[in-house]
């Protein structure tokens, strides 16, 4: 099999030096190079991992590419995934998918029409012990799930990336940043949809000049009535042992279950850098991801996640901040559907939307011989 | 030397008389039913009704169902006696208010035993949170999950009318105890369910925020398997972190289980049985007394104790209408 070729647009996400690495390493793989409109951030990027820079997205997506993964700023997801569809380029973007709804459904229907592959970055649904608690739920071993209990802390990060404390770039706080990978986790393993959701945030953590939420703490109801919270905060401090961790307890009408997702925990200690540290020595999900993303640009069949999973959790996260302007709970809409499996080359169809559907306060223009009309939260 | 009559012969009752009586009181009792074995057990004066015990001691303690709580509080503080009261101080507002009146009007004292804050490692968790050790709070984690008391299913604790549910009897130690950490709570939104049970709601979850922005997300359930009996502490502020899980945090772990709990009726936190020095049960008694003999003000007052009932009935209102609820409108 000729190798794949597969670019990156911006190292803004400190994810795309993950992918650098295992990409770098993977067999069958030709990581061609990097576009990057960051001068400084380019030049390291260059030096440590040898990459070649093509400077802007659109000279990168020209180099005949398999593959390409968009790790820009958050705003920036929704053109940089259009110009990958226009180049007919697969393309896997991180999350958060995209900062406001209507972007969202302009990446997948511009995906869609260049009949190209767009994925999410969510690597949970890899995550070993996470399908195995998935399994241990669909044989109905748990019984009716109740509650769920979830965490999903990190650092604060604008040590090491300071734009995502600036709203113009990063289009929130915490709640974008850190809701979108339980509400998917728990999606799938309830195989059910959110109905609604209760946020609450504060800046109490961070940098006080800050104009976005640091913490944040979220209840989502399901369909079926199972009530899950969230807290999504950046709360771990800088000299935590790691960067943060996802979590989550599960309560059953017929057993529980406590599952950590980088629970396979080393724990180190070195006197020369005063530091605790805890490595996960688990199987690689982020690893697991690429892989399958890979073999989806192949044109090859996966059965899991979607694009459309990302868009869900855009709805949620533009649902949370209503919720913090109003206090109350805010209803999710789940209007546009969603497939439940994913067949590769077919991807979110989203279907003709009436011209007045409001999601989570967010007006959309219809799709139907009209380009959408992109809605930013305050 | 004090004359201490406690009312009540359940195991509220008996955790109270094991405490008098490391403490060293006179004590007194009237219960119902069960002051039989508890005469025989503790050396007590048993009475065949409330009126002869009020006569006869100098302080009331009230370890009764939670719906008898206000009664006996204001027959107590007429009857010119200082009183030590189980949590919750009543399971309704007009209760709550009707018993304060009668301590004002009275003169007497009221002390309500929320007796977490008196279990040494949440004490020494406010202790450093006060002191800064985290910096400004920002968001806490409270959890306390047990089995279901072993009762039939008649009990007054399943019924909610009796026992105010999950939220008023359980859940309120950690409202409590997330009041005197981060102040006043302005909003709360809380979702109970049956789990495990068939008739009454065992699991709950609460999140709150108080009034300086902190938000608490609480748990409480009566749905785990026995003899659990878990209780989780982690609040993450500006510059730190502090945990605690009662899970890791038992210093001896033998096999089999020498834990005297595996029979139990009720759960209670395993750090609620240190051997030596004070168990919390009578460190808060003996800091109760102390306080109505000096007159000096213990680490939870009868108005802690009403502002933890208001949050905790919030959360039920929250549980039943499906929307956060705000304080400050409900009287």
């Known amino acids: 099999m000729s190798q794949m070729r597969v670019g990156i647009m911006s190292f803004a996400h400190h994810h795309a030096e993950r992918y650098a690495e295992l990409l770098s390493s993977m067999g069958g793989v030709d990581l061609v190079g990097f576009s990057d409109d960051d001068a400084d951030r380019a030049r390291r990027v260059t030096r440590q991992y040898g990459l070649r820079n093509f400077g802007t997205g659109d000279v990168l997506l020209e180099q005949n590419l398999d593959a390409v993964i968009v790790c820009s700023e958050n705003i920036r997801h929704c053109p940089d995934v259009q110009l990958a569809a226009d180049a007919g380029v697969p393309v896997l973007c991180e999350k958060p998918f995209a900062t406001a709804v209507a972007d969202a459904l302009s990446m997948q229907e511009r995906c869609e029409r260049n009949h190209v592959s767009l994925r999410t970055a969510f690597p949970m649904r890899f995550s070993e012990p996470i399908q195995r608690v998935q399994a241990a739920v669909a044989s109905g071993r748990l019984g009716q799930i109740r509650f769920i209990e979830g965490l999903n802390q990190g650092q604060m990060p604008d040590a090491h990336r300071s734009w995502f404390v600036d709203p113009s770039l990063s289009g929130g706080g915490a709640i974008t940043d850190h809701a979108v990978h339980l509400l998917d986790v728990f999606r799938w393993i309830l195989d059910d949809e959110p109905i609604s959701v209760y946020a609450q ?118 649902a949370a901040y209503a919720s913090l302007r109003t206090n109350r709970v805010v209803a999710l809409d789940n209007s546009i559907e969603v497939p439940r499996a994913d067949l590769g080359e077919h991807l979110g169809r989203v279907g003709e939307l009436s011209s007045d559907q409001i999601v989570g306060e967010h007006r959309i223009a219809g799709l139907a011989g009209e380009s959408p009309r992109a809605v930013r939260d305050p | 030397m004090l004359r201490v009559g406690v009312l009540g012969g359940g195991f509220i009752a008996r955790t109270h008389l094991r405490s008098w009586t490391r403490i060293g009181v006179e004590t007194h009792l009237y219960a119902r039913r069960g002051s039989e074995q508890l005469a025989l057990d503790f050396s007590v004066t048993t009475h065949p009704d409330p009126e002869s015990l009020m006569a006869a001691v100098d302080v009331v303690d009230i370890c009764l169902p939670s719906d008898l709580h206000a009664s006996h509080a204001v027959a107590a503080a007429l009857r010119g006696r200082d009183v030590i009261c189980e949590k919750p101080i009543a399971t309704t507002l007009g209760d709550a208010t009707r018993v304060c009146a009668a301590f004002r009007t009275t003169g007497r004292r009221l002390l309500v035993g929320h007796v977490v804050r008196y279990f040494p490692e949440y004490a020494s968790v406010r202790e450093g949170v006060a002191a800064g050790r985290i910096g400004d709070i920002a968001v806490v984690h409270l959890g306390r999950e047990t089995f279901a008391p072993n009762r039939g299913a008649g009990d007054w604790l399943f019924d909610e009318r009796r026992s105010g549910g999950i939220l008023v009897d359980l859940m309120i130690h950690d409202i409590d105890y997330a009041q005197w950490i981060a102040g006043p709570i302005i909003r709360v939104y809380a979702q109970t369910a049956r789990v495990r049970s068939t008739t009454f709601d065992d699991h709950a979850v609460a999140l709150i925020t108080h009034k300086n922005g902190v938000l608490s997300h609480l748990t409480a359930s009566w749905a785990k398997e026995r003899p659990i009996f878990r209780t989780r502490i982690e609040i993450s502020g500006a510059s730190g972190l502090v945990s605690h899980d009662s899970r890791d945090s038992d210093p001896v772990r033998t096999t089999p289980a020498l834990d005297e709990l595996e029979g139990a009726e009720v759960g209670l936190p395993g750090t609620a049985h240190l051997a030596t020095g004070d168990d919390p049960f009578t460190a808060e008694l003996r800091d109760f007394l102390t306080c109505l003999v000096n007159g000096s003000e213990p680490r939870v007052t009868s108005v802690d104790s009403i502002s933890a009932l208001r949050a905790a009935l919030a959360a039920r209102e929250s549980a039943s209408c499906g929307e956060p609820v705000d304080l400050g409108s409900s009287k």
Do not use: H, K
């Not at chain 1, 059953?252 to 406590?258: H, I, L, N, P, Q």
């Not at chain 1, 690429?290 to 044109?299: H, I, K, N």
């Open chain 1, 201 to 318: 945030a504060n800046q109490r953590v961070g940098d006080p000049g800050l104009s976005l939420e640091t913490c944040g703490l979220l209840a989502i109801a399901f369909e079926r009535g199972t009530l899950a919270t969230i807290d999504c905060s950046w709360s771990r401090p800088a000299c935590f042992p790691t960067w943060g961790g996802l979590s989550f307890t599960l309560t059953g009408t017929s057993g529980s279950a406590e599952v950590d997702a980088f629970g396979r925990r080393l724990s180190w200690i070195d006197d020369r850098d005063r530091r605790l540290t805890w490595d996960d020595w688990g199987p690689d999900a982020d690893l697991a991801m690429l892989e399958d993303f890979l073999s989806v640009a192949r044109g090859e069949p996966s059965p899991v996640s979607n694009a459309a999973d990302g868009l869900r959790g855009v709805e949620l996260v533009v």
